[in-house]
C-alpha cells in the first residue's frame, strides 16, 4: 500500500499542473478591423462575452444596446429577436463586429440556432 501512495500522489500532481497550465491564448482586434467569429460562449459578464473559437482562441466581445441578436431561420433568413441577457455560457453562435479601442471586438451581429439556445439554457 505504501508503494502505491507516492504513484498515486505524482499522478495528482501532474493532474492538478495540468489544470493550471491550461492559459488560453487571447486574440486582440486592432481597432476597426472586421471580425467574423464562430465559437462558444466560455464566460460572460453584463456586457461582456468571451468566445472559444475552434482553435482555442478566445475573443472578448462586447455587447452594446446597438447589437443584433437573433436566431437564425426563420422567414427569408430573419431569425427572431432575442435579448442579450439570454446568451449564455455553452451557447454556439456565430459573431460579426469590429475591434475597439481595447483590443475587444464589439459586436454588431451575433446570430446563434433556436436549438443551440435550448441547449445552452438547460445546462
Same mark, same amino acid.
Given at each position: 500500500?505504501?508503494?502505491?501512495?507516492?504513484?498515486?500522489?505524482?499522478?495528482?500532481?501532474?493532474?492538478?499542473?495540468?489544470?493550471?497550465?491550461?492559459?488560453?491564448?487571447?486574440?486582440?482586434?486592432?481597432?476597426?478591423?472586421?471580425?467574423?467569429?464562430?465559437?462558444?460562449?466560455?464566460?460572460? *459578464?453584463?456586457?461582456?462575452?468571451?468566445?472559444? *473559437?475552434?482553435?482555442?482562441?478566445?475573443?472578448?466581445?462586447?455587447?452594446?444596446?446597438?447589437?443584433?441578436?437573433?436566431?437564425?431561420?426563420?422567414?427569408?433568413?430573419?431569425?427572431?429577436?432575442?435579448?442579450?441577457?439570454?446568451?449564455?455560457?455553452?451557447?454556439?453562435?456565430?459573431?460579426?463586429?469590429?475591434? *475597439?479601442?481595447?483590443?475587444?471586438?464589439?459586436?454588431?451581429?451575433?446570430?446563434?440556432?433556436?436549438? *443551440?439556445?435550448?441547449?445552452?439554457?438547460?445546462?
Amino acid at each position: 500500500m505504501l508503494k502505491k501512495f507516492p504513484a498515486i500522489l505524482l499522478a495528482l500532481l501532474i493532474g492538478i499542473t495540468g489544470v493550471f497550465a491550461q492559459d488560453a491564448q487571447v486574440r486582440t482586434v486592432a481597432s476597426g478591423q472586421k471580425i467574423k467569429l464562430k465559437g462558444v460562449v466560455v464566460a460572460r *459578464d453584463n456586457d461582456r462575452v468571451v468566445v472559444r *473559437d475552434a482553435t482555442g482562441v478566445e475573443t472578448n466581445v462586447m455587447l452594446t444596446s446597438a447589437t443584433s441578436v437573433k436566431t437564425k431561420g426563420g422567414f427569408f433568413g430573419g431569425g427572431d429577436t432575442v435579448a442579450t441577457n439570454q446568451i449564455v455560457r455553452g451557447l454556439n453562435l456565430e459573431i460579426e463586429g469590429r475591434g *475597439d479601442n481595447s483590443g475587444n471586438l464589439s459586436a454588431q451581429k451575433v446570430r446563434f440556432g433556436k436549438t *443551440d439556445l435550448a441547449t445552452a439554457t438547460a445546462l
